[in-house]
């Protein structure tokens, strides 16, 4: 009865869709989180049963599994132009002035909006569906993101109908990464020993070309919609059109106003000058545009942008202290970060006491020296940093920044690895704060997430020399006569403390493996390493080349692992904590016994698959001997389809007459239970030419 499964998916996706609506353009909800998780898992159900009635729309996609290889590009419809910047309220008044004389004394208003600091976007409706999402690249041609944007919540994949609502446009707006979701992700990548990203601009640019729509819904992107094109005219005003964006369900921030003079222009960029940072986005200015979309057209385009409009900016936020001193940091990895220590000073909404100075060669480039009065902007950027010297402030006893060549925690002389823009100290077992910070990884909530045991404890323990490794935690328990001496620490917390040591045993493996605290192995990596080895044994005998293999996991990464588990030392770690009873295997069995069966066979996973994840499914190819690729080529032997594959990709492979299976067929093709490996053959590799899909 396809008719009827037909309407109970259709009735499912429009009551999602319109709860989605509600929760984010309303803020309200009338069903609970677990009802509407029910609801999307029951329209998932429904489109694995009968993947041909599966919408591209549907409000399953929220949550990615798509990967792209490569962005197709495409060309926009309508041009995207960029605008005039200026810094002056002189400037403004001559745009003003050139706004009056072309439209030869006719009234006309200004639409006031902040500028947000994000990534343009061009989304094209179709009959109220998302189409298409494409970047600005070059202004005439962008990459194609749809997958990508079609997991921000608050972005409707389906419009509310409205009366008047064009069937055909595109919506302008800008992409960004919410503050607070910035720095998340960054205290995040300080935790791993990762690059901070510099501002939220890049963190969100870069997330949008992530391969992996999965992982770009995890990032929590939004959207601003800022302007509605269509091929003839359906408004008389730009401030219409923002109504309607609004109605017809796309996120508009309310923060913009129609201003009847530049006086009131001004009022405008006058407010909100401070007032935006308390805003959880990103601005960097106002843009100003006539209202009216027919004296828009009188008015006109330059070569790149409209005469109609012009960007005021707000000047970086800077201020000027004084240089007290350089803090030398040592990180969790031996990196030197020179700090400086300035006197407090209020910039940007918050007090700076403290601004990076990212390494030696900046230092040298400010021919800074202590005592110096400095300048300090927040731009885009949220640490501050040191701009410039003001040189004639300089006292003459300014003292000159001399580096240090040896750690100023150990002594040890550092070292300037080739290509590397940090200092390093390479006395990875003694240095005291590269020991204590890795402690203090290994009992953060990612890792071990020993209750009881937070990282200012750990961290005494270790001044107190009671705990120098990870696996000295687990003879604290049996120290319970030394701890009890402590102060601050009562028979209530040292309870506390052995519980969660206790408990941490139960932790499983890959976050152990995180733990470690190996370099360049964040969460992710540490996650697809230990699923693909299954246990440390294994892993400890991979090559770098081997684990350079498993996806996700580059060379760098892959030398680094590699040479972490040689060390003898960390050898000896690793056996304390597996005789401590820490998991440093998977649990649960191996999903299949390892054989040959796919040995010459490459595949393609697409979709979410109902009885394994994709890292099990990837992991049960490779360890029968098959191969992994993203793409689809005449080459390829299967394309293993899960729940929401794309058509795209079914095309291409019934194209390319290459097999389509599920997930099912897949196992089918593996030995039986109890079938060993060693009675196993490959199979005949598919037979050219064969058609659609195989299995039924
Ligand atoms: S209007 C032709 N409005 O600023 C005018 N742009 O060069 C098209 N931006 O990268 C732009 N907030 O993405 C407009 N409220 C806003 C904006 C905005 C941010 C970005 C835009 C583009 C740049 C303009």
């Not at 590009?73 to 910047?85: D, E, K, Q, V």
């Not at 300035?342 to 005592?371: E, F, M, S, W, Y």
């Not at 005494?460 to 000295?472: E, I, K, Q, S, Y």
């Not at 328990?477 to 941490?504: C, F, H, M, Q």
Request: proline share 6%; glycine share 8%; hydrophobic share 40%.
């Amino acid at each position: 009865m396809p008719d009827a499964i037909q309407a109970q998916m259709q009735a499912l996706t429009e009551r999602l869709h319109h709860l989605n609506y509600q929760y984010y353009q309303r803020d309200t909800s009338e069903v609970s989180d677990q009802e509407f998780d029910r609801l999307l898992a029951e329209l998932g159900a429904l489109e694995a049963a009968h993947p041909a009635l599966a919408q591209p729309n549907s409000p399953t996609q929220r949550v990615g599994g798509t990967v792209t290889k490569q962005f197709a590009t495409a060309p926009h419809r309508f041009p995207m132009l960029s605008l005039g910047n200026t810094y002056s309220e002189d400037d403004l008044r001559e745009f003003d002035e050139r706004v009056q004389k072309g439209l030869e004394g006719a009234p006309y208003r200004y639409v006031c909006e902040l500028k947000f600091d994000g990534v343009a976007m061009s989304l094209a409706y179709q009959n109220g569906e998302l189409h298409q999402g494409v970047t600005r690249g070059d202004g005439t041609r962008g990459d194609v993101v749809t997958a990508n944007v079609r997991t921000i919540r608050t972005l409707p994949l389906h419009l509310r109908p409205a009366p008047g609502q064009p069937a055909d446009f595109e919506v302008r707006g800008e992409i960004f990464l919410p503050l607070p979701v910035f720095a998340e992700l960054n205290a995040e990548r300080e935790q791993n020993g990762e690059a901070l990203l510099a501002n939220p601009r890049n963190a969100a640019s870069g997330t949008l070309k992530l391969q992996d729509s999965a992982q770009v819904a995890a990032r929590k992107l939004r959207f601003f919609a800022y302007s509605l094109l269509t091929p003839g005219r359906h408004f008389a005003t730009h401030s219409e059109a923002l109504g309607a964006l609004a109605s017809y369900g796309l996120p508009v921030s309310d923060t913009w106003r129609v201003c009847a003079s530049l006086a009131e222009v001004l009022d405008f960029i006058h407010h909100w000058e401070k007032q935006r940072f308390t805003l959880p986005v990103a601005t960097d200015g106002i843009v100003i545009k006539v209202d009216d979309l027919r004296q828009q057209d009188q008015l006109g385009l330059t070569a790149k942008s409209p005469r109609w409009a012009i960007a005021y900016k707000y000047p970086a936020e800077a201020a000027r202290t004084q240089l007290r001193e350089v803090q030398y940091n040592v990180g969790r990895t031996g990196a030197v970060t020179p700090v400086a220590l300035l006197a407090p000073v209020a910039l940007a909404g918050t007090i700076v006491k403290r601004a990076t100075l990212h390494n030696a060669n900046q230092i040298a480039a400010l021919d800074l020296r202590l005592g110096d009065t400095v300048l300090v902007e927040k731009g885009g950027e949220i640490i501050p940093k040191i701009t410039g010297v003001v040189l004639e402030a300089r006292p003459a006893d300014a003292v000159p920044i001399v580096y240090p060549t040896a750690c100023p925690a150990c002594g040890t002389p550092l070292v300037r690895p080739e290509g590397e823009a940090h200092f390093r100290c390479p006395n990875e077992r003694g240095c005291p704060p590269q020991l204590k910070a890795r402690l203090e990884h290994y009992v953060s909530r990612k890792a071990l997430n020993i209750d009881g045991l937070g990282a200012e404890t750990v961290g005494r323990l270790f001044d107190l020399g009671m705990v120098n490794t990870p696996a000295d935690i687990y003879d604290l328990p049996a120290r319970r006569a030394e701890l009890v001496t402590l102060e601050r620490l009562g028979e209530k917390s040292i309870d506390n403390l052995i519980a969660g040591i206790e408990a941490s045993k139960q932790v499983p493996f890959p976050r152990v493996l995180f733990g470690l605290g190996i370099r360049y192995v964040g969460e992710t990596v540490a996650q697809k390493l230990a699923q693909h080895y299954r246990d440390i044994d294994a892993l400890a005998a991979a090559t770098a080349e081997e684990m350079a293999a498993v996806p996700e996991v580059g060379g760098v990464i892959a030398v680094a692992a590699a040479a972490w588990l040689q060390e003898p030392q960390n050898r000896e770690l690793l056996e304390r904590l597996r005789q401590a009873g820490v998991q440093l295997a998977l649990t649960g069995e191996a999903p299949v016994l390892a054989s040959d069966r796919l040995a010459g066979l490459t595949f393609v996973l697409s979709g979410v698959f109902a009885e394994h994840s994709r890292d099990e499914l990837q992991h049960i190819i490779v360890s029968n001997g098959g191969k992994i690729t993203g793409s689809i080529s005449k080459k390829l032997s299967y394309l293993v389809a899960g729940e929401n594959m794309g058509p795209a990709k079914r095309e291409k492979a019934t194209g390319f007459k290459v097999p389509i299976i599920s997930e099912a067929d897949l196992m089918a093709l593996l030995p039986a239970p109890g079938e060993t490996a060693a009675d196993t053959d490959a199979p005949e590799p598919p037979a050219t030419g064969a058609q659609g899909e195989l299995f039924g």
